[in-house]
């Protein structure tokens, strides 16, 4: 009967715990739907943002503070995690790519250098807070508050310090949304921005010469014969700060989706994982039972057998 007992116990265990995946399931689907419309949402105005700028002929002349290129002699990493858990791989993996970025620029930066490392979310604050040869800065708020002016106010220090030549290279490392079954780890340089005839000169590299000309010949028919209105200039100087607080914001969405998709996912794994195991358990108690009660009767019919001689 000590046998019986245990596996009650552990079915009564495996039953409460596929409840709670099963809940946690659903509300990471209600959060996932509203962060996917979110990111859905956002991406077409960043996209379009990004090409207005793009499109405007800058002859690769730096306009703003931000296009200006320096020796990375301070660092800045954003890493973008979570704060909370259950989700699979989603942090473990933005963390290791975090790593090797910080052993990269430990390993390049002068001796004068400094690496800083700003820390979103608290799964990446508690490991990262555990280095002693990186500048950590903590904002694990910001997730719980993602309204495009939060974010933007963490943007606008980002780019004010690049500005003031107090950091001199940006890199994000986060999570972009896929769909709910994958993520894409991502990291990207937010600044110096770099301007499109540089793309253009990088995709050229890449491509044969008639495809160069093909998309160039594309490219100039489709540009249009803009009257800018009051300069060239002014309109990139006011324009690129709004792109870059967007692809920040941009970056967060991914991010927010790409978390409640990695958990709602896990929990459903694990949900089924515990109607597995219950089946196991189930069978178990069963076979067990049988043997107890075959056993009793067997006992009974003994001592009957006894009796009667």
Known sequence: MANLKEVRTRIGS?????QITSAMKMVSAAKFRRAQNAIIGMRPYAAQLDEIVSDIDTGGEVLTPYHAVRPPKNVLLVVVTSNKGL????????IKQATARIEHYTNLLPEDGELRVMSIGKKSSELLARRNDIALTVNDDLLDNATFDAVAEVADGIMNAFANKEIDLVEVVYNQFKNSLSQVLSTDQLLPLIPNTQKNRSNQNNQNIQTIQSTQTTQTAQRNDYIYEPSKEDIVRSMVPLMLRSTFYRMLLDSLASEHGARMTAMQKATDNATELLKDLRLSYNKARQAAITNEI????????ALKG
Request: glycine content about 10%.
């Open 298 to 305: 067997i006992e009974i019919v003994s001592g009957s057998e």
């Open 87 to 94: 989700c699979g791989a989603f942090n473990s993996n933005v």
């Open 14 to 18: 495996v039953s409460s715990t596929q």
